[in-house]
C-alpha cells in the first residue's frame, strides 16, 4: 500500500509500517527494539520501492513440465546507504534483495552549518547501468541526500530513488527540487523542522538511537 501525494513523493501507508514507525518515535523505545524496528521496516519499504522493476521470461522446468516463468530483468540493484543511520535499512533490504551491490556513502551532518560532510564513498564501478536506491531513515534539510545523489550522478549514476523513514516538507521540496528525476518513498512526512534541523515530531537522531551513542 503506497500513495503518490505529490509527484514524485510516494508515502507508504501500509498499517504495518505504520505501527512500527509508532514504536520506533517513542522514546522509551530500547537500542536493541529500535534498530529491530528498522530493519523490519526496511524489509517492508524495499517491497514498495521494488514493485515496478521489469520483470523477463526465463525457460525452467517444473516437475510437472516447461514453462516461461517471470524473473526480475536487467543488472542487479545498488543499494547506497548514507552512514551511519542507512546501514540498518540496509540490512533489512539485503534479505529481500540478497544479491544486490551495495555502495557505501559516508556522511555527517556538520551540527552549526547543517551541511553533510563527507568522509567515505565505495561505489559498484557500474553504477551507471544499475538501478541505485538511496536509503536514509531522515530527510531532514535534505542536505545528506542531496550530497549522496549528486556524488552518485558524478560517478554515473541515472536511475535513482531515494528511500527514508521520515521526511519534513523542507527536506522534500529541496530533494525534489535539486534532483527532480528521484522519486522519494517514505513512511510519513512530518510538520516541520526545529531550530537546529531536527524533524518535528519526529523520532529523535536515528543514528545515535540505532547505536546507542548517547
Ligand atoms: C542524520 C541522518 C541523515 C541526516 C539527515 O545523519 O541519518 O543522514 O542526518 O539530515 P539532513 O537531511 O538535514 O541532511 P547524521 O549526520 O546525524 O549522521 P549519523 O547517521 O552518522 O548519525
Ligand atoms: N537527523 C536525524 O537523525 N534526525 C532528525 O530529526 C534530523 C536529522
Not at 551540527?111 to 531532514?140: C, N, S
Not at 560517478?155 to 527514508?164: E, H, N, S, T, Y
Request: proline share 7%.
Amino acid at each position: 500500500m503506497a500513495k503518490e501525494v505529490q509527484p514524485g513523493v510516494v508515502v507508504v501507508d501500509h498499517p504495518l509500517v505504520q505501527h512500527k514507525l509508532t514504536l520506533m518515535r517513542d522514546k522509551q523505545r530500547s537500542t536493541y527494539s529500535f534498530r529491530q524496528l528498522m530493519n523490519e521496516i526496511g524489509i517492508l519499504l524495499c517491497y514498495e520501492v521494488t514493485r515496478d522493476l521489469p520483470l523477463e521470461l526465463r525457460d525452467i522446468e517444473t516437475p510437472l513440465e516447461a514453462m516461461k516463468a517471470p524473473v526480475i530483468a536487467g543488472k542487479k540493484l545498488v543499494f547506497a546507504p548514507i552512514l551511519r543511520a542507512g546501514t540498518a535499512f540496509l540490512d533489512g533490504m539485503l534479505e529481500l534483495v540478497p544479491s544486490a551491490r551495495v555502495a557505501h556513502i559516508g556522511l555527517y551532518r556538520d551540527p552549526k552549518t547543517l551541511q553533510a560532510v563527507e568522509y567515505y564513498f565505495k561505489a559498484p564501478p557500474d553504477i551507471a547501468d544499475r538501478q541505485v536506491i538511496v536509503l536514509d531513515p531522515m530527510l531532514a534539510t535534505a542536505n545528506s541526500a542531496t550530497a549522496a545523489i549528486d556524488r552518485l550522478k558524478e560517478r554515473g549514476a541515472k536511475d535513482l530513488r531515494f528511500v527514508c523513514l521520515l521526511a519534513a516538507p523542507e527536506g522534500i521540496a529541496k530533494l525534489r527540487a535539486e534532483h527532480p528525476d528521484v522519486i522519494i518513498y517514505t513512511a510519513a512526512i512530518d510538520s516541520h523542522l526545529n531550530d537546529h534541523g531536527y524533524i518535528v515530531p519526529g523520532l529523535g537522531d536515528a543514528g545515535d538511537r540505532m547505536y546507542g551513542t548517547k
